[in-house]
């Protein structure tokens, strides 16, 4: 009897509930969205920032999420990483409600995001930085006292993801004196030693000179081909978003307006309407 | 010339203990914004401690190893039931603090009694040497010593260990430090058991230097203490070194050239850093 009582629980737990899920995930070819919201919401006063929401991420796909100013897109990315918690509805990691964890918690779950305005620690070096996130994995044990140098994976991989990111040569730099390219490479490659299932990228090309935007593409296009993460991307550079999107999503007022492939959203009526037809004809008034 | 000398090796010595005092002080503040008022009653729980774990087993170096445990321990206590509830606000912070101060004053008379409590030096680092007409007292060079040695190995824990990196990172930002998964709620807790066995290792060593120790000793020490976190800069570990040596130095030839204005002089001088260089003469590093 006890026996009995003592295997329900078990089943009961989250830890197994979470387990048979992520069998599910991998048995069943992804068909378990990696994210998914339902009716998310969030309002601040009498302001409606994000409005029921229902969404889908599928895993190892890479989304975009467009939409102009003020759509609500980084509102929704907080909601996603925990920086923001719903006012209503629910989301969804792997099949397993998270909207009530924090921030941290849903990283350690493996979902991590990089900020709009650059994150990195100014005063350590390009290596220490990144050696720092790839360290955040472990617990803080008596161990870490020893010098760092004893740890030569944990060097071994901070230096194989500086040549990710294209920042080899650089790695005894201090952070501050790097250019604004190069400390959104830095970030990213931060995010990337987190090894979090799902990356979560807040324009990673906001404030950078034009000659800077190529590179980043190509760190991004690198981390897609590995095809190992989910991407889900804040951009405003539509030919960069057409170039990587496998799927887009358009907010609009807080509301999801349409949700597709590249070419359904270029195709889109409403779409074109409330956001790209207008961007076009900025575009061309510029020109 | 030997009385410069002379005036040097005090200051730096009293440089020395206050360092021991402001680095835990300065790396509390700066990883985890919390004003420690109760600072100074650690650096006299130390110094009680230590004289009894002396006399209780005769040996001066267990009753270092005994103050600094006890240290720990109360950093352990303070930070769990004190500091823990009033994260994030300063006030509560100060009047907590400062509370916490009085009681860990008051608790030396109880345990110990309300009168001064006389402090021996060891006898192999009593006496002094004898270069020519210097004469050099071998305890103010052992705090000296002692005082490099913590510095020394904390510069190595801070810069060269994977904690070290956690600290300084978390110093520069610790909200950032979180975001990456990393338990900095356990570091705080580490940091502040450093820092109270830093300022209970400063007590003892302080015992026997002034000959006497008294449960109040713990105010004045931490005054100069919060003097030495904003003259070197918040959160600054090399910065307070370089602040506790300037205000050793400057309280030491002042008593003697200027003696009126052994106590201002202090003060003066934290008020022309904040004039300034408010930050603090070195930003925070880690």
Redesign the interface.
């Known amino acids: 009897m006890t026996v009995c009582t003592v295997l329900l629980n078990w089943m009961k737990s989250p830890c197994f509930i979470q387990s048979r899920r992520a069998e599910q995930v991998e048995g069943g070819n992804n068909v378990e969205p990696i994210i998914k919201t339902e009716n998310l919401t969030i309002r601040f006063g009498g302001h409606t920032a994000v409005s029921k929401v229902d969404f889908e991420m599928p895993a190892k796909q890479l989304k975009s999420i467009i939409g102009p100013n003020g759509a609500g897109k980084t509102t929704f990315f907080n909601l996603l990483s925990g920086e923001l918690k719903a006012t209503e509805g629910e989301v969804y990691f792997k099949g397993i409600p998270i909207t009530s964890m924090s921030?941290?918690a849903r990283?350690?779950m493996g979902l991590g995001r990089s900020f709009q305005i650059t994150?990195v620690?100014?005063?350590?070096t390009v290596l220490?930085n990144v050696?720092?996130?790839v360290?955040?994995?472990?617990?803080?044990r008596y161990k870490?006292?020893?010098?760092?140098?004893h740890?030569t994976k944990l060097l071994e991989e901070a230096h194989r993801l500086i040549e990710v990111v294209l920042l080899q040569g650089k790695e005894y730099a201090i952070a501050s004196q790097l250019s604004h390219g190069e400390k959104r490479k830095l970030e990213i490659a931060?995010l990337l030693a987190?090894d979090t299932e799902v990356l979560l990228l807040d324009e990673p090309t906001a404030g950078m000179s034009l000659e800077e935007v190529p590179a980043i593409l190509d760190v991004i296009r690198a981390i897609k081909q590995t095809g190992e993460k989910t991407i889900l991307l804040i951009e405003h550079k539509m030919d960069m978003i057409l170039d990587l999107s496998d799927s887009i999503m358009v907010l609009f007022n807080g509301k999801l307006l349409a949700d597709g492939s590249p070419e359904e959203i270029m195709n889109n009526e409403t779409v074109q309407k409330a956001y790209l037809g207008g961007l076009y004809d900025e575009n061309l008034a510029e020109s | 010339m030997e009385l410069l000398i002379n005036l040097t090796i005090n200051g730096l010595a009293t440089g020395m203990l206050i360092f021991l005092l402001a680095s835990g002080l300065t790396l509390i503040f700066g990883l985890m914004s919390v004003l420690n008022f109760a600072h100074g009653g650690l650096f006299a729980w130390g110094a009680y401690s230590g004289v009894w774990f002396y006399s209780l087993t005769g040996s001066f170096f267990l009753g270092i190893l005994g103050a600094i445990l006890t240290g720990a321990i109360l950093g352990f206590i303070t930070e769990k039931l004190i500091i823990t509830p009033v994260y994030g606000n300063h006030v509560q912070q100060i009047l907590i603090t400062l509370g916490f101060m009085l009681v860990l004053t008051e608790m030396l008379k109880v345990v110990w009694g309300p009168n001064q409590i006389a402090a021996k030096v060891p006898p192999y680092l009593a006496g002094s040497y004898e270069f020519g007409d210097v004469l050099i007292i071998k305890y103010r060079l052992f705090i000296i010593f002692v005082g490099f040695l913590i510095f020394g190995i904390f510069q190595y824990m801070l810069q060269k260990t994977k904690i070290g990196l956690v600290v300084r990172a978390g110093v520069m930002n610790k909200e950032m430090v979180q975001a990456l998964g990393i338990n900095i709620k356990r570091v705080f807790l580490y940091v502040f058991m450093t820092g109270a066995a830093l300022a209970a290792l400063g007590g003892v060593l302080f015992a026997p230097y002034s000959g006497v120790i008294y449960a109040e000793m713990g105010f004045e020490f931490a005054i100069l203490a919060f003097i030495v976190v904003v003259i070197g800069g918040m959160g600054s570990f090399s910065g307070s070194l370089s602040a506790a040596i300037l205000v050793g130095l400057a309280g030491s030839y002042m008593a003697y050239y200027v003696p009126a204005l052994s106590l201002a002089v202090n003060m003066m001088l934290m008020a022309i850093v904040l004039i300034f260089r408010p930050q603090g003469l070195f930003t925070a590093k880690g």
Request: charged content about 25%; hydrophobic content about 45%; aromatic content about 10%.
């Open positions: 921030a941290v990283a350690r994150n620690f100014p005063n350590l220490e050696r720092l996130a360290q955040s994995k472990e617990k803080i870490m006292y020893r010098h760092s140098m740890y931060m987190l």
